[in-house]
Nanobody, 121 residues
């Protein structure tokens, strides 16, 4: 059974940084699109950052320049480095794996359980 397990969330003050991790089991994340999504209360789920099998990356406008997605293939782990965090970044963050294609628009079939990020002003 495929497992994606996120970690690294927490509470920080505005301007702080966090790095999220997503460890994959029985799933080779380098073979397809991987993405980080977030869901805040009262808001729709938002795709934050994506990476494909060739290392191409894409970011939501709201995080571009502040967040960096990367993956360590030998560890089969996806990362999201977040800097200059703002209260608007507060959300549950999920990693997800999908098929190949244009990563921001494909269907993601495997999801982690999420890790909470809370940014205070």
């Amino acid at each position: 059974q495929v497992q994606l397990v996120e970690s690294g969330g927490g509470s920080v003050q505005a301007g702080g940084s966090l790095t999220l991790s997503c460890k994959a089991s029985r799933y080779t994340l380098s073979r397809s699109c991987m993405g980080w999504f977030r869901k805040a209360p009262g808001k729709e789920r938002e795709g934050v950052a994506f990476i494909d099998s060739a290392g191409w990356k894409n970011y939501a406008a709201s995080v571009k320049g502040r967040f960096t997605i990367s993956q360590h293939n030998a560890e089969n782990t996806l990362y999201l480095q977040m800097t200059s965090l703002q209260p608007g970044d507060t959300a549950m963050y999920y990693c997800a794996g999908g098929s190949s294609g244009y990563c921001p628009t494909i269907r993601y079939t495997h999801w982690g359980q999420g890790t909470q990020v809370t940014v205070s002003s």
